[in-house]
């Protein structure tokens, strides 16, 4: 966790590419202006392949302490796409880095490890993720529910869209019906 | 009750999701040793409302508003974050009078959520006399807001693009009478906080949060700048016109000179955001272009350009309680989007509370629980509701036990 | 120093109080009878505070402008718009109205506005007063 040089967006691409090669199987920069100045805010979204996703954090971490905005989820069909948000080089004007990190997990093996050994703080995001979408996180401190009651039945998962989603605890909702 | 082994053992008080000492539902399980706390258990999800899902069936247009009744004090970061989340992934470009607008309206909304806060505070050590003379301030700020977009909590400001009503030169002279009667007070309500004998002596040394703490659990907002760490995303990044303005990090030690993380700081660094925002509106209004309010006028247009779009997006806004990301995909078949995730910033200040409260007494939780301002609305909203909640409603005398505790120390 | 809001609540004693009496000085103790009185002329209620222009109080609607376009119905954000096909009118629900104004600003010939109009409190949601058509 040093904290090295401030890096451009292209270095720091550099920096993942360079070690690790093919596990990053797409990388895309957008950049955002804003203001009559147009000062540029920059976005890296990086596709990874699960088995690198460990080692990738530990080397992100050696750039910069980030912040982690949040984990989302999506359900594509066969597979679960979980989107890490992360922040770095915050604490100096206009020069943060947004860099959002996603990893495919197929749906007949959705497990991930976790990252709450090197950010105490992603507890409330992975247990939310295991609750709503099935996802296992091997290694969590604490597995209990966050958000939803006991009483809600195992095996149903809110988020999905296959069977396993909420469909039979509609009750009366006019959208349900459209 | 046999004699035979007397053991000291530590007592578990559940604080039910009904309580009178915080203004929204959350379940606390304290481990007490005394009346020193020795562990923190909580438990979320008191008002899940399901709006997340509510928005697989909603054009974006009809979301912004969905979205606006997340919560009634951050009532236009949603729309905003969700906006701005929107524009990314479609790659629309904002007028700049509208990015200068947005300013504006993002700084009115901080000066009256930070005032509420102030007041509260105040309730909570048992001040009322403050909430009544702090609220009759944010009365001319709410009148303000009226006038300018036509309701005092619910905008209705923010479209996609742009914004909705523009501000003429004959609005001008209102702001600035409002602007002009919140620097005469704003002098009142700081020397009543920060010089006042009784909220030192219960704020100072009082629930510390360090600065590794801060940053291992990704804390967010005046929490984590009172603790030291420089994390803010207007000064960060450059979104709507902040790229433009003067402005800077608020940190306790431009007031006092050195950083304890406590309660008191945490009062220190919200009253100079107060300041910071009303400087921000007269540079916005010195500098304010001109041009078109919004890209797309027409809303038929703006919806069928919408629904090709293929993409994804990030939206970030420093909300009065931190950073709101919103983070939203567009499957170019559907007008509704693919998934809408919302974070708002209560979410992760939530972890802090539980280093903050250990070795604390119980009649030190209001107070600060409260310091991290926790809108509970906020953080749950997603899943759906089921009926089948058991709700605990107990005598807790928690705000009580904290105005005798203030009435000891005085005497 | 201590008691720093002591000469603050002193001098309130002083001045006229910050809140309007809306819609009496005090609470009557039985309402049904304080709006008899009213109706009969022997009190007053004490107005409320003007509403600024631009206020987004109940939707008015000009039946012969409307064109049946049903634009209105696509951005309603809790479908509180109807419309009637044989007419080719709509109906508006003011009991699901969020009061957002959408409606207004898409409408390609400016027949709906908003009014100042608040005090729309009623028993049943379908009541007349809370229909507009």
Redesign the interface.
Known sequence: MTEGKILTTEEIVKYFTDEFKTKIIDVKIKKRSAGIKKNITPYIWMKIDKSAFKDIIKHLFTLHYPQLSVISGNDLGNTIELIYHFSINYGQRMNETILNISVDLPKSNPEIETICDYMPGALISEREKQEFLGVKIIGIPDKRRLFLPDEFPEGVYPWRRDETGPEKLYRNLHEAKK | MSKATITKNNYQIPIGPVHPALKEPVFFEFELDGERIVDVNLKLGHVHRGIEWASRKRNPVQILYLAERICGICSYCHPIAFSLAVESAADIQVPERAEYLRVIHGEIERICSHILWAGVAAHEIGFDTVLYLSWQIREKTLDLTEFLTGNRVTKGITMIGGVRRDITPDMIPKIQETLKYLKDNFEKIRHIFLDDKTVKMRTKVCGILTKEDALKLCAVGPLARSSGVKKDVRVDSSYFAYGDLDIDYITPDILTGEINGDVYDRIIVRLLEIKQSIDLIEQCLDKLPAGPIVAEPKIPKLLAQLKKVNGEGVGRHEAPRGEVIHYVKLDGINEAPFSWKVRAPTYNNILPWIPMLKGQQIADIPIVAASTDPCMSCTNRVGIVKDGNMYEMNKEQLHKLSIEKTRRLML | ??F??LP??FAQMFKKP?TNKFPAKYIPSNTTRFLEEVQAGKTKINPPIE??P???GKIQYDKEKCIGCQ?CL??????AIEFKPEEKKIKIYLARC?????CN??CPVSCLS?SNEFLLADTDPYSKNLIVE
């Open positions: 120093m201590r720093s809001m603050k609540a910050w509403t600024p631009g206020f987004r634009l696509k951005v309603c954000p809790s479908e969020t009061f957002c104004s959408q600003d898409i908003m």
